[in-house]
């Protein structure tokens, strides 16, 4: 099946530094990728969809100037979180999808934990 | 606003028994309806999927049943192993954007 990567697994950051989480599809073109937010025992929240080389769509209540999304190339995508705060730490999960795809499955990564001191 | 309503919260099953996870929605415009399995510290990953116009798909030990006139979709999982506790999130797509449901919470118990 087809395969999602994030680097790094976790992280640990001071409170008004910017991390920067990397996505990627392993096998396959992701023309679209996906990041979701999950907080502990919470289900996953959508932040913005990506599309490879255009700009990414946020859903309601995410800030774009603090949560910056590149998708430069069909197989990677980064999530920046930038001036993170204690409230930013979360498990940050990315997904993607090839064009291909007929049916809408997302292929999820392992996600990212940070945490921000 | 919780667009697709899961229920219950958790589940206790012993080894062998069915666990059943139901799950709700209101918009008619979703067309794909994915179950995915969440180990702690892991992504999700997708067990099994439905489209509206098949009433029950069965891949192994799971099967979803899908009622389009109720909006109403399930999981059942037979012969449940302590291996299957996990928590599982039904979910519900349109134009390719996932809807989560709340999760379920499934303890399989020896």
């Known amino acids: 099946g087809a395969v999602v990567s994030q680097h790094p697994s976790r992280v640990i950051c001071k409170s008004g530094t910017s991390v920067k989480i990397e996505c990627r599809s392993l096998?396959?073109?992701?023309?679209?990728m996906f990041w979701y937010r999950q907080f502990p025992k919470q289900s996953l929240m959508l932040m913005a969809t990506s599309n490879e080389g255009s700009k990414a769509t946020y859903e309601q209540g995410v800030e774009k100037d603090k949560f910056l999304i590149n998708h430069a190339s069909l197989t990677l995508s980064t999530l920046t979180v930038t001036s993170a705060h204690p409230e930013d730490s979360s498990f940050y999960i990315c997904?993607?999808?090839?064009?291909?795809?007929?049916?809408?499955?997302?292929?999820f990564g392992p996600g990212t934990r940070l945490t921000v001191l | 606003q919780q667009q697709v309503k899961q229920s219950p919260q958790s589940l206790i099953v012993q080894k062998g028994g069915i666990s059943i996870i139901n799950c709700a929605y209101e918009?008619?415009?979703?067309?794909?309806f994915p179950w995915y399995q969440q180990f702690p510290g892991k992504g999700p990953a997708l067990l099994i999927a439905i489209r509206p116009d098949v009433s029950e798909k069965k891949e192994g030990r799971f099967t979803i049943s899908f009622n389009k006139s109720a909006k109403q979709f399930s999981l059942h999982i037979m012969d449940s192993q302590p291996g299957d506790s996990a928590t599982y999130f039904c979910a519900a797509s349109h134009w390719g954007k996932l809807q989560f449901g709340a999760g379920t919470q499934v303890v399989v118990t020896p």
């Open positions: 918009n008619t415009a979703f067309d794909y």
């Open positions: 997904s993607a999808r090839g064009l291909a795809d007929l049916y809408n499955e997302q292929f």
């Open positions: 096998d396959f073109q992701a023309t679209t």
